[in-house]
């Protein structure tokens, strides 16, 4: 039995085809498939080096973070219409920052780099947390109020 393509639409398929089976043969030999852990909880983001998200509508409560380490109960840091409070803060690596919006305009939080930070903005009331896992010093401030800054040092 002979199969003639004579049709130019069946011959690009096959091509097509053939080709997309065997780049996904190499994709999965080269191990390109390997992604970033999730998260473990969705909407959090993980950057390495950066602190990383642990609640973006509300106060985080005492959040497990590595086998070696034991909970910690939440700093708090509050968001005032005048400012953060405290404007700096120390805490231990893997420690989890609440920051409350208790003014009474809408605020947000954004590292510096950032890399980090909310990702909505917190109306009166509403609340974002943030788990440090890399000692260093991380700044921060409002995009809608730059003059409002603050630090927090992870040791």
Known sequence: MEIVLKSKPVII??????VMLVAVGVYLVLGLNKVPTAPAQPGLVVEPGNPRAVS??????????SKSEKPRIPEVIKITDGGFIPAEIKVAKYSVVTFTNEGTLT??????SEKWGSYIDL??????SQQFDVAGTYEYFCPMHPEM????VVE
């Not at 398929?13 to 053939?18: D, E, H, I, N, Q």
């Not at 973006?56 to 973070?65: C, D, E, L, N, Y």
């Not at 800054?149 to 927090?152: A, E, N, P, R, S």
């Open 13 to 18: 398929s096959l091509s097509l085809g053939l």
């Open 56 to 65: 973006q509508t509300g106060i985080a409560s005492q959040v497990p973070q």
């Open 107 to 112: 605020h947000s939080v954004k590292g510096l």
């Open 123 to 128: 109306e009166p009331g509403k609340a974002y």
């Open 149 to 152: 800054k603050g630090k927090v």
